[in-house]
Each structure stands twice: as structure tokens, then as C-alpha cells.
């Protein structure tokens, strides 16, 4: 069980996307988050309240979370002083990178010295099956995007919080860090063998009520080079009855892949749906959500109306205006 109240640590996040941990507790939760630690040269902000890490304790936090999500996962040498005197004054550390806390000495003696965790979200606690295949009853809804960190997650829990609101029943099943740091449970994808990776999903979206929806994070896309085989486990696994398009419009170029152009919606919705019918024949697209965040309030409803009239589907920023046209296009 992770404590809370948590110190969100941004490090030195070239950028406020590298922080996406921190930005998506701070946005789903913010009462588990009483501020932040940045490093001096960190170009990240959560519009908390920077504090020492005395500050924090102060405060009342409990855990720091390492709130970044820089490209490999990796733990850096610059940080192993903070996360240690975090420790020392009485807070435990949870992390979702792929370089695990457990594996770092200074972190350990320190956690061990101290009486306090370690919690390493990204490390499968579960013996997941390979995936049959077969059909399970409930409804499952899978975001899909034309790139890495596009509003996939912000999509699938606004729809959920829409849905409860109505008296729906709804899960949103968590796939990464971010997802399991908010919801408490899930599935650490792309930390999961291969050959289980859709096994995992089949396992965490069991068979339900047939009203009942599982909104499932997506992760990746299937158009990056570096991370298209955990999208791919998460269609296959999830069967999913509806997809959601997602999508950013002011990136130049695929994250972390300059040479690489991003796919059109409808080059997306092609390749997606074919993909998803192999399992489930049924599978249509409902919606298309765009993370408009770069854009200003006029010229986001104008993108937003251009593509819906383009794709003939419901176009919304989930997260400034809200999931509910999404969950409409269910029935």
C-alpha cells in the first residue's frame, strides 16, 4: 500500500510532457499531492507549491513519487541524493520506471536504515496467462493514438467519471505507471514478457456484466517504432467492442523519433479497426478525443469542428470539456 499524501519529484524533466507521472496525479488526484521537487535546471511545472524535502514532511507527505517518465525508464545519478535524504527524514519512495528503486543500493541501505519502502509500480506482481483468444462477456472501450502520451489515459478515466455520473457501470483498467499510481491497481504492460502482454490484458478485463464498460488506458502507438508491440497486446488483449482515436495536433513529428512523421486519424482509424477485428468482428470506432492543451480556447473548438466534420465522428477535448459526447456514441 502506497502512503499518501504524496511529494511529487519532477527532477530535471527537460519538458512538462517528460512529467506526465506527476501531471497525471496532480490532474486525477489532487488531494493526494501536497507539492513538488524540481531540480534546478528541471523545465517542469505542476503549479504545486516547491518544497525541500523537510517542507514536504512538514507537510504531511508521506511518499515521494518519481513523477517523471524520461525515455527508458532509468533512475539518474543526479537524483539518488534527493530520493535518499527523502528517506531519511521519514518518506517512502514509489517509482514507475523501468530501473527499479530495489536495484539501487544507496536506496536500499537507506530504506533499510530508515524502516521505510520501496514501492516499484512498474514490477508485474501477477503470473499472467497467455491469451486464448476467447470472448468474454461486459463491453470494453480501448484508446488508441497516433503517438506516444496523447491524452490516451485522460481519455479513458474522463469517460469513466462520466459514466459513474450517470449511474453506469464503468472500470477504468489501469495499463502504465501513471494509471496504477492513480487508481491504486493494473497492469504494467510494457514490464510484462511478450508472450504474456495480451494474456495480461485479457486477465485484467475479465468477464463482466453485459452493461458493465472497461475503459482500457491505452499505451503507445501502434505507428511508433519503439512502442508499437505493447498497442498491439492491448487491442488483441482487450478485444475491445469500441475504440477511441486519439491525438495531439501541435506535434511536429512522432515522440522521441524525429524522423518520423505522425499517422493521419484516418490512416489510425484504418489500421486500428483492422487490427481489432481480428479479434472481435464487431469493433467500430465511436469517437475521436484530441488533447488540445497547446491550443488556445478559438482556435481548439475550430480543430475540433474541422475534424469532426472530416472524420463524421464526436471530436471533444475530454479534459476541457468533458467525456460525455464520447460515452453517448457507445449506445
Known amino acids: 500500500m502506497i502512503e499518501q499524501p504524496y511529494l511529487l519529484f519532477l527532477g530535471d524533466a527537460p519538458d512538462p510532457l517528460a512529467a506526465k507521472v506527476a501531471q497525471g496525479i496532480r490532474d486525477w488526484r489532487p488531494d ?3 507539492g513538488q521537487y524540481r531540480l534546478p535546471d528541471c523545465n517542469a511545472d505542476m ?35 534527493v530520493l535518499r535524504d527523502a528517506l531519511t527524514a521519514g518518506m517512502d519512495l514509489a517509482s514507475g520506471l523501468h530501473n527499479l528503486l530495489r536495484d539501487e543500493p544507496a536506496l536500499v541501505e537507506a530504506a ?36 506516444c502520451s496523447v491524452g490516451k489515459m ?19 483498467r489501469a495499463t502504465g505507471q501513471t494509471g496504477i499510481l492513480i487508481t491504486g491497481s493494473g497492469v504494467p504492460l510494457d514490464a ?27 499505451q503507445g502507438s501502434l505507428f511508433h517504432a519503439s512502442y508499437s508491440g505493447v498497442t498491439l497486446a492491448l487491442i488483441h488483449g482487450g478485444q475491445p467492442d469500441a475504440l477511441i482515436l486519439c491525438h495531439e495536433p501541435t506535434r511536429t513529428h512522432m515522440r522521441g523519433l524525429p524522423d518520423f512523421e505522425l499517422p493521419s ?9 483492422r487490427m481489432a477485428r481480428m479479434v472481435n468482428p464487431a469493433c467500430r470506432i465511436t469517437g475521436i478525443s484530441v488533447n488540445t492543451h497547446g491550443l488556445p480556447e478559438d482556435k481548439a473548438l475550430a480543430y475540433l469542428a474541422a475534424v469532426e466534420r472530416q472524420m463524421g465522428l464526436p471530436t471533444v477535448d475530454p479534459f476541457r470539456q468533458g467525456a460525455d459526447r464520447l460515452v453517448d456514441a457507445l449506445d
Request: glycine share 10%; net charge negative; with cysteine.
Open 192 to 218: 510484462v514478457v511478450a508472450d504474456f502482454m495480451a494474456g495480461a490484458i485479457e486477465w485484467l478485463t475479465p468477464d463482466n456484466e453485459q452493461d458493465h464498460w472497461d475503459l482500457i488506458e491505452g
Open 154 to 172: 485522460y481519455t479513458a478515466i474522463a469517460m469513466e467519471r462520466a459514466m459513474h455520473a450517470r449511474g453506469m457501470k464503468a472500470t477504468f
Open 112 to 147: 533499510q536504515v530508515h524502516g521505510r519502502s520501496l514501492h516499484d509500480v512498474r514490477v508485474p506482481s501477477v503470473r499472467y496467462p497467455i491469451a486464448n483468444g476467447k470472448r468474454r462477456s461486459g463491453k470494453r472501450c480501448l484508446a488508441v493514438g497516433t503517438d
Open 265 to 273: 486519424l484516418e490512416d489510425l482509424a484504418e489500421v486500428s479497426l
Open 32 to 34: 493526494a499531492a501536497v
Open 47 to 81: 503549479g504545486l507549491p516547491d518544497m525541500s524535502i523537510a517542507e514536504a514532511v512538514a507537510a504531511g507527505a508521506r511518499t515521494l513519487v518519481v513523477g517523471v517518465a524520461n525515455r527508458g525508464g532509468v533512475i539518474s545519478p543526479a537524483w539518488i541524493d
